[in-house]
């Protein structure tokens, strides 16, 4: 098993900041092991959707509709995973959640890979405030 949990969360106003984080820890989260991991966000009344992914290669994706705007990283190997959000909108108003599976260095670590089957944490609000 794997938990994590999510720190981080608040509220803001519109061009604010703030930086998530994510620790990981159980048996089945292994230093030996590789992890896509990444970030999921879900407004009241809409789909969860992936934010942002990586990879313990180093690769990272994101959503268009916060490219340039969010950075995912780790600060070890794999523990913590951070998000950093910048110039914050009011769209970006959502409980956002931390994901974790494992994965082998030839596949793509990606939103839709950890939407598959992936360990999840219980989520931070965010706020944000025009």
């Known amino acids: 098993q794997v938990q994590l949990v999510e720190s981080g969360g608040g509220s803001v106003q519109a061009g604010g900041a703030l930086r998530l984080s994510c620790a990981a820890s159980?048996?089945?989260?292994?230093?030996?092991?590789?992890?896509?991991m990444g970030w999921f966000r879900q407004a009241p009344g809409k789909e969860r959707e992936g934010v942002a992914a990586m990879h313990d290669d180093g690769s990272r994706s994101y959503a268009d509709s916060v490219k340039g705007r969010f950075t995912i990283s780790k600060d070890t190997a794999k523990n913590p995973l951070y998000l950093e959000m910048n110039n914050l909108k009011p769209e970006d108003t959502a409980i956002y959640y931390c994901?974790?599976?494992?994965?082998?260095?030839?596949?793509?670590?990606?939103?839709?890979?950890?939407?598959?089957?992936?360990?999840w944490g219980q989520g931070t609000q965010v706020t944000v405030s025009s």
């Open positions: 994901a974790a599976r494992s994965i082998t260095w030839t596949k793509i670590c990606s939103s839709d890979y950890l939407r598959e089957d992936a360990y």
């Open positions: 159980g048996y089945g989260f292994s230093m030996l092991s590789r992890y896509c």
